[in-house]
């Protein structure tokens, strides 16, 4: 059964449904004690039956212990049979794995966090290995015999004119 606003909204004021919505709701809720009664009717029956099949089977292996008793027991024993080989079971996974998300495999994942591990959260979750730290990068030297040096960029002194006309 669907209220609907307004139906809150009287309720909300008054205290009460409308009479016409509280009739619906009483039919309503009628139904619903009917279908849990014949849904629990319905669970009563099937445990009886269940019940009364589980005597059947127990009359059943009694009748057949006690033609048993009266048989002469077998003069010869067979063999015990040999329990059969346990199969090889698949090795459990780990239960910290089931938590968590699949992923690829990076093969140069780094610590982003810090934290020691790489691929955090995920099943390829493991030890961060310590970079490989690369030796520093070399310099360059400048040493004044190199080849730009102050005498070869020096101005040279302009050559004098000289006065033809006189």
């Keep these: 059964m669907k209220l609907t606003s307004w139906d809150k909204f009287v309720r909300f004021?008054?205290?009460?449904?409308?009479k016409e919505t509280q009739?619906?709701?009483?039919?309503?809720?009628?139904?619903?004690?009917?279908a849990e009664k014949e849904r629990a009717a319905?669970?009563?029956k099937e445990r009886a039956e269940k019940e009364a099949a589980e005597r059947k089977a127990q009359a059943a292996k009694k009748a057949e212990a006690?033609?048993?008793?009266?048989?002469?027991?077998?003069?010869?024993?067979?063999?015990?049979?040999?329990?059969?080989?346990k199969?090889?079971?698949t090795p459990k996974p780990n239960p910290k794995d089931e938590y968590k998300r699949p992923a690829n495999y990076k093969a140069n994942a780094k610590d982003g966090d810090g934290d020691g591990l790489v691929q955090d959260g995920t099943v390829h979750e493991r030890p961060a290995t310590a970079p490989k730290?690369?030796?520093?990068?070399?310099?360059?030297?400048?040493?004044?015999?190199?080849?730009?040096?102050?005498?070869?960029?020096?101005?040279?002194?302009?050559?004098?004119?000289?006065?033809d006309k006189k």
Excluded: C, F, M, W
Aim: hydrophobic share 25%.
């Design 133 to 163: 730290k690369k030796a520093p990068a070399k310099k360059p030297t400048t040493s004044k015999s190199s080849t730009t040096s102050k005498s070869s960029t020096a101005k040279k002194p302009a050559p004098k004119k000289s006065d």
């Design 13 to 18: 004021v008054t205290g009460k449904y409308p």
């Design 23 to 34: 009739r619906l709701i009483n039919e309503h809720n009628k139904k619903l004690r009917e």
């Design 66 to 85: 006690e033609k048993a008793k009266t048989k002469p027991a077998p003069a010869k024993k067979a063999p015990a049979k040999k329990a059969p080989a």
């Design 87 to 89: 199969k090889a079971s």
């Design 42 to 44: 319905k669970l009563q």
